[in-house]
């Protein structure tokens, strides 16, 4: 398998993971899958990739995936970093430990992939990081509270890691899809978007897989929105 490029993709049983994986596929990439149910398993297996089951939020979850990719491959190309929803509810109703738990969730996850992941992709001199994040990111949504402030410490992370290992060859950005057809979308939420509809997950993995791709080489530090025209900021 030599010369062969390799992806790992989290939280990629459903959804916008598993849209990244099946696009990366067919960009060439093996993928490795993790999801905390075996669907992520599955997923690889049609792939012709490896499937593990564990949390992102498990540094032990993690640090087997990569582990076991370094030792099947001898190299790491491409880090999908994707979760599921942090807890949500009334602003200062949220308890500590659902704080605690969107932090663990949507920002940790990429710090603990960073660590594992990066001394790989420096012995490479080349690798690309892609962590999904939100639309409510820098435009916060009292709808999604823990989901804006911690993955707005996200897009901060994303910068400081592309700045310090752009020199290694190593590119980090994020990715942030307003409303997805894999989720249940109300109407009241499609009337705010311009294009009238939510995004289908394969559009949000064409972002994905662009950021990833050797078309984006001088792109890094960067979060891009995918959300339809959905965020009213510039």
């Avoid at 594992?116 to 962590?131: C, H, K, Y």
């Amino acid at each position: 398998m030599a010369g062969q490029k390799v992806a790992i993709v989290t939280a990629a049983g459903s959804g916008i993971g598993e849209a990244c994986a099946r696009k990366l596929n067919e960009d060439g990439y093996v993928p490795v899958l993790l999801s905390p149910s075996g669907s992520a398993v599955g997923v690889a297996n049609d792939l012709g990739g490896d499937g593990f089951e564990g949390s992102v939020t498990d540094p032990d979850d993690l640090a087997a995936i990569v582990e076991a990719t370094d030792e099947r491959y001898g190299r790491i190309d491409a880090v999908v970093n994707n979760t599921g929803h942090p807890p949500s509810g009334d602003l200062l109703e949220i308890t500590d430990e659902e704080w605690y738990e969107g932090i663990d969730l949507a920002l940790m996850n990429t710090v603990r992939m960073a660590r594992l992941v990066t001394p790989i992709m420096e012995e490479q001199a080349s690798g690309s990081f892609v962590n999904i994040s939100s639309f409510s990111a820098f435009e916060p949504s009292s709808d999604f509270p823990v989901s804006s402030v911690v993955r707005a410490g996200l897009g901060s992370f994303t910068k400081l890691y592309a700045d310090r290992y752009a020199a290694s060859g190593i590119r980090m950005n994020t990715v942030q899809p307003g409303f997805a057809d894999s989720w249940d979308v109300d109407e009241e939420s499609r009337e705010q978007i311009p294009m009238g509809r939510p995004a289908e997950t394969e559009e949000i993995a064409d972002a994905v897989a662009y950021l990833l791709s050797p078309d984006s080489s001088y792109i890094t530090g960067q979060n891009i929105r995918v959300d339809g025209g959905l965020t009213a900021s510039l």
